[in-house]
């Protein structure tokens, strides 16, 4: 079946670093997959951060950015100077279809805290 | 925003008797889902539903649950029996169009004891 394989966390950074959260996928349902970053601020529910369908792509959003890479299967999450505001749980996704792109498969999630 | 609620937040059952656990999903969205993740796991789809009816669902969608949405209202997931093994979180999710983004609840976390 489909896998994605994440940074492990907890990952603390500070304020104003650089960011980069791991992001690999393994689809055998489906030869391009669409891609996604949700994210879980505090008290708040799943959102979607970004997503991108197709391979060689960039997304972006809120200061973060990711590229399909068909090659080495990845989908890294990026963002050159984090906040204390991205403090949350990120969570790398892939979904079958661009016709059927609620069935996600989930990473484990990565635990971010940005220190002031 | 747009907002999915999941009532209750927390429930707490005995194994081995009924538990629905309700999602009241955004306004004129058609496609609803059901998620599990158990302690320290990864999220897992359960189930999509739409147009009165499953499209899909996984393997962890056992014999024991089942998913509707009676006239328009609460999407549900019914689990009778429940199981020790049926004890996670569950979260809700709801979407406009098959390619739309999935908008998601806080999630009820369900004890089975």
């Known amino acids: 079946g489909d896998s994605v394989t994440q940074t492990e966390g907890p990952v603390t950074v500070s304020e104003s670093e650089s960011l980069i959260i791991n992001c690999t996928y393994s689809?055998?349902?489906?030869?391009?997959?669409?891609l996604f970053w949700y994210v879980r601020y505090p008290g708040e529910g799943l959102q979607l951060l970004l997503k991108?369908?197709?391979?060689?792509q960039k997304g972006s959003s809120r200061g973060f950015e990711a590229t399909y890479n068909k090659e080495t299967t990845s989908f890294h999450l990026q963002k050159a100077s984090v906040q204390e505001s991205d403090s949350a749980v990120y969570y790398c996704?892939?979904?079958?279809?661009?016709?059927?792109?609620?069935?996600?498969?989930f990473g484990d999630g990565t635990v971010l805290t940005v220190k002031p | 925003g747009p907002k999915v609620l999941q009532i209750p937040s927390h429930q707490i059952i005995d194994m081995g008797q009924m538990v629905t656990l309700n999602c009241d999903p955004v306004?004129?969205?058609?496609?609803f889902y059901w998620y599990k993740q158990i302690l320290g796991q990864q999220m897992e789809f359960l189930v999509n539903?739409?147009?009165?009816?499953?499209?899909?669902k996984s393997k962890l969608f056992k014999d024991q649950f089942s998913v509707e949405r009676p006239d328009g209202s609460y999407f549900t997931l019914k689990i009778q029996p429940t199981a020790l093994e049926d004890s996670a979180v569950y979260f809700c999710?709801?979407?406009?169009?098959?390619?739309?983004?999935?908008?998601f609840g806080h999630g009820t976390k369900l004890s089975v004891l």
């Open positions: 689809a055998t349902s489906i030869a391009y997959p669409n």
């Open positions: 991108v369908i197709t391979a060689g």
């Open positions: 999710a709801s979407q406009g169009t098959g390619n739309e983004r999935l908008f």
């Open positions: 996704a892939l979904a079958p279809s661009n016709t059927n792109t609620g069935k996600l498969t």
């Open positions: 306004s004129n969205h058609l496609y």
């Open positions: 539903f739409y147009n009165g009816k499953v499209m899909e």
